[in-house]
T-cell receptor, first 109, second 113 residues
Framework: RKEVEQDPGPFNVPEGATVAFNCTYS??????FFWYRQDCRKEPKLLMS???SGNEDGRFTAQLNRASQYISLLIRDSKLSDSATYLC??????????FGTGTRLKVLA | EPEVTQTPSHQVTQMGQEVILRCVPI?????FYWYRQILGQKVEFLVS????????KSEIFDDQFSVERPDGSNFTLKIRSTKLEDSAMYFC???????????FGPGTRLTVL
């Protein structure tokens, strides 16, 4: 099983739609979880950290399910500018971040 | 807002040559990382560095690679005897605490011919 697994997509959605991505991780000792966004040929940028209680930042909501070892990202009211690759990132408390392959999102006008 | 910077933005080299990729982490950060991303593939961890020594490294980070913090501000990745398959985007990252988010630099695109 891959350390961090994501559906690569692409997810093609119309503007204004709600879209959700899931990510599973294999190491039950994982401690920190993040969603990063990566635009084409650019560096990953932190979108949001994911907390056990779930957290929201504007149109973005992240959830963590430790029992099932998955995290999710929900984007409401999609904008054209949301088109990017969304990277699930996990830290086991060691000195490295493990990246998923990313899920491509394309928001269509 | 402070940022991680990397130079050069693009490095072209001949197979077999040595390259040094440079990074200036955020000044009060303590943990430093190198990642690479081969075109079309996922971001892969190479190495982490704390307190002037390697904390963790992946299986990719073999004897061909080395890291150094030569002067308290720069953090370098040296790749000896480059191979075609070393062509990738190399990202430096730094963080204040190990388990918190890493701030990534804009990357250096390495092309090995």
């Amino acid at each position: 099983r891959k350390e961090v697994e994501q559906d690569p997509g692409p997810f093609n959605v119309p503007e204004g739609a709600t879209v959700a991505f899931n990510c599973t991780y294999s190491n039950s000792a994982s401690q920190s979880f993040f969603w990063y966004r990566q635009d084409c040929r650019k560096e990953p940028k932190l979108l949001m950290s994911v907390y056990s209680s779930g957290n929201e930042d504007g149109r973005f909501t992240a959830q963590l399910n430790r029992a099932s070892q998955y995290i999710s990202l929900l984007i409401r009211d999609s904008k054209l500018s949301d088109s990017a690759t969304y990277l699930c990132v996990v830290n086991t408390g060691t000195y490295k971040y493990i990246f998923g392959t990313g899920t491509r999102l394309k928001v269509l006008a | 807002e402070p940022e991680v910077t990397q130079t050069p933005s693009h490095q072209v080299t001949q197979m077999g040559q040595e390259v040094i990729l440079r990074c200036v982490p955020i000044s009060n950060h303590l943990y430093f990382y190198w990642y690479r991303q081969i075109l079309g593939q996922k971001v892969e961890f190479l190495v982490s560095f704390y307190n002037n020594e390697i904390s963790e490294k992946s299986e990719i980070f073999d004897d061909q690679f080395s890291v150094e913090r030569p002067d308290g501000s720069n953090f370098t990745l040296k790749i000896r005897s480059t191979k075609l398959e070393d062509s990738a985007m190399y990202f430096c990252a730094s963080s204040g605490l190990a388990a918190l988010k890493g701030d990534f630099g804009p990357g250096t695109r390495l092309t090995v011919l």
